[in-house]
């Protein structure tokens, strides 16, 4: 990047407050920055009234204290009125910047008469300007071009109130408005810093707790998956025997031998079915674990494209890995829900599978050409009706979530282009 390509993000740095929330953030600061200011505003003014009665300061005069004060105490009761209200959080920046404008203009305009000398008009409209300068950087979350703007503005008009142009109070206002600016550039950048590490705080807590989740269903899965297991077995072998007795003795039985083995293969059928769901469970919950070791997930999809191709001759399969990179997983768990996925885009033409490392992850996207377009509840569970009965749906990309969050990975669908289609992508911490 050139040096002016390096000031231009300096003095606008608009593309951090791009993400919602950290503009959110922002606009909170602000408004809380406005009740500063409003109370700030009302303390100086009561303190200055004080000091003045006392002699410890100039007195400037009934008529010009007196205007002085009454525009410090509406400034102030306007900001603590102007936080509150719930459109004004999209310029409380901006308000800001006036207000602080307004107060220096106030105070020059007020030092600039009755001082006895020329020195202590200067002396004090640059301890003035400085004090609000100063106070903007540390309550206001400004921009640097919106103080630098504010300090310039400020600078002309105290400048020209104050009287013959003195280049000694414009050098040290000038002095001023670089370090306001330059401190509120830094302010900005670590509030930025600080959102941006409180927001991957968060992600890593929401990915902990959804491992966690799953983990938690994937037990609740084999709990069930062993409870019904017994039952199951035990209704299956008696439906098979009293079938075959059916079979065997249905003359004794007369017309109701054929009803009662009709009946008996219905409830083989449907235990057929319930134990097909049962061991869907226990591959969901991974009862017999693998043991986690490191593995060349780019030699894994290799072995995994290479097995689809068997099975689906018509289809054109294109593998790239970039970069093989080695993840910590169970591989058998992985392994399978690879296999899932890919055997789904194959369903759809074209499956390209990629491999590579990317911003300290390990990633594989599976794309096919041509298939449906994500959806926002892909990777939830739901039911459809299939031949006359409910049956699951979604169940391939719904487990395939869980198993990579428990191998503390994240999985993404989004729309592939240009040939249309879906693309998935999966990433893992590389070990």
Not at 170 to 184: E, H
Not at 223 to 231: K, Q
């Amino acid at each position: 990047m050139s040096y002016w390509g390096s000031v231009s993000e300096f003095l606008f740095p608009d593309i951090r407050e791009r993400d919602p929330e950290f503009r959110a953030d922002i606009e909170r600061l602000g408004r809380r920055g406005l009740v500063v200011i409003g109370w700030v505003e009302l303390v100086m003014t009561a303190l200055s009234q004080v000091l003045a009665q006392s002699g410890a300061i100039v007195d400037l005069g009934w008529d010009r204290r007196s205007i002085c004060l009454i525009t410090s105490i509406v400034l102030g009761v306007f900001c603590l009125s102007f936080a509150k209200a719930a459109q004004a959080r999209r310029i409380t920046r901006e308000v800001g910047m006036a207000v602080g404008t307004l107060t220096i203009v106030s105070l020059s305009w007020a030092a600039s008469s009755k001082v006895e000398t020329t020195t202590e008009a200067l002396w004090m409209t640059h301890m003035d300007f400085m004090s609000v300068m100063f106070v903007g950087v540390a309550v206001l979350p400004l921009r640097p071009m919106q103080m630098l703007l504010m300090g310039t503005l400020s600078t002309v008009l105290s400048i020209a109130l104050v009287g013959p142009f003195d280049m000694r109070l414009m050098v040290a206002q000038v002095l001023v408005v670089l370090l306001s600016t330059a401190l509120a550039g830094v302010g900005h950048q670590r509030l930025a810093s600080s959102w941006k590490n409180h927001a991957e705080l968060r992600r890593l807590q929401c990915r902990a707790l959804l491992t966690e989740t799953a983990a938690s269903m994937g037990r609740l899965a084999g709990a069930l998956s062993h409870e019904l297991n017994n039952p199951l077995g035990a209704i299956k072998s008696s439906a098979s025997t009293i079938a075959a007795m059916s079979a065997r003795h249905g003359a004794k039985l007369g017309e109701h031998g054929p009803m009662l083995e009709e009946l008996a293969q219905t409830v083989v059928r449907s235990s057929d079915r319930l134990e097909q769901a049962v061991r869907r469970m226990q591959r969901f919950s991974n009862l017999d674990r693998a043991e986690v070791q490191p593995v060349d997930l780019g030699q894994l999809v290799r072995d995994v494209v290479g097995l689809a191709e068997a099975r689906h001759q018509q289809v054109k399969f294109e593998v790239a890995v970039e970069q093989a990179p080695a993840i910590t997983c169970r591989p058998q768990a992985l392994s399978a829900v690879l296999s899932g996925l890919v055997e789904k885009a194959a369903e759809s033409g074209t499956v390209a599978v990629r491999v590579g490392a990317r911003d300290g992850e390990a990633q594989v996207a599976i794309e096919n050409h041509g298939g449906a377009a994500p959806e926002r509840e892909w990777f939830e569970p739901s039911f459809e009706e299939d031949g006359g009965r409910i049956a699951a749906a979604n169940w391939t990309y719904f487990s395939a979530r869980q198993v990579v969050r428990e191998q503390g990975g994240e999985i993404h669908a989004e729309a592939a282009a240009p040939h249309g289609g879906m693309r998935l992508r999966l990433c893992f911490p590389l070990a």
